[in-house]
C-alpha cells in the first residue's frame, strides 16, 4: 500500500472496496452521481428514516455533499457550489451512515459521533476547498432538485461530477487529518 497523500480517482457509488482504498491525506477525485444536502434536508431525511420511509435517493454507496449552490448563470448547469461547514450535519450524519452513505464532503472537523460512525459504517469524510465555490462548479455537468424543493439551495439536488478534488479528512481507521494536522504543530 503506497503512504497516504497520492491521489486517487474514485466511481460513485462508492463499494467497501474503493473506501477502503484510500487513507487520510489522500487526494480524491469523485466522478458519478453526488447529492446535495445541507441541515433542513438532513432532518427531513434523518425524519423519514425514523418513520421507516425511503429516503429520496437509494443511500447504498452515495455521497453526500454538503453545499447550497446559487443559481446557475446563463449557459451553466450550476453557480457557485462550494462547502458548507458539516458539523451542522453531526447530529444526522451518523443515521445516513448506517443507511448506506459512503462519504459526505464539507468543510471544518467532524465530532466523535461522526468519526465513530465513519469506522463503524466503513465510510469517509471529505473536505472540499472553502471559498473555490465557482471552481468546484466547474467539475458539476448535470444539477436536478429531486427533493424538497421549497427549501431553495437546501433542497436535495442530484449532481453529476467529473474528477470532483476533495481530500479525505476521516477514514475507515479512524485516522483524522485535522487532529494529525493539529498535533504535529
Do not use: W
Not at 421549497?150 to 470532483?164: I, K
Request: contains cysteine; glycine residues 10%; negative net charge.
Amino acid at each position: 500500500m503506497q503512504p497516504p497523500g497520492r491521489s486517487v480517482a474514485l466511481a460513485v457509488p462508492l463499494s467497501d472496496e474503493a473506501v477502503r482504498s484510500v487513507r487520510c491525506g489522500d487526494r480524491v477525485t469523485l466522478s458519478g452521481v453526488v447529492y446535495t444536502a445541507r441541515d433542513a434536508a438532513h432532518k427531513r431525511m434523518v425524519e423519514a428514516l425514523e418513520a421507516g420511509a425511503e429516503l429520496p435517493f437509494d443511500p447504498q454507496g452515495q455521497v453526500i455533499y454538503y453545499v447550497g449552490p446559487t443559481p446557475p448563470p446563463p449557459g451553466k448547469v450550476i453557480g457557485a457550489a462550494g462547502p458548507t461547514t458539516s458539523y451542522r450535519m453531526d447530529a444526522y450524519a451518523p443515521a445516513l451512515y448506517r443507511a448506506g452513505v459512503k462519504a459526505t464532503i464539507g468543510k471544518g472537523a467532524r465530532s466523535d459521533a461522526v468519526r465513530q460512525a465513519i469506522v463503524e459504517c466503513t465510510a469517509l469524510y471529505l473536505a472540499a476547498i472553502g471559498g473555490a465555490g465557482a471552481l468546484l462548479a466547474q467539475h458539476v455537468r448535470e444539477a436536478e432538485v429531486i427533493a424538497y424543493p421549497e427549501l431553495g439551495p437546501e433542497a436535495v439536488q442530484r449532481l453529476v461530477v467529473e474528477d470532483f478534488p476533495a481530500i479525505v479528512v476521516n477514514d475507515t481507521m479512524g485516522d483524522d487529518l485535522y487532529l494529525r494536522t493539529a498535533s504535529a504543530r
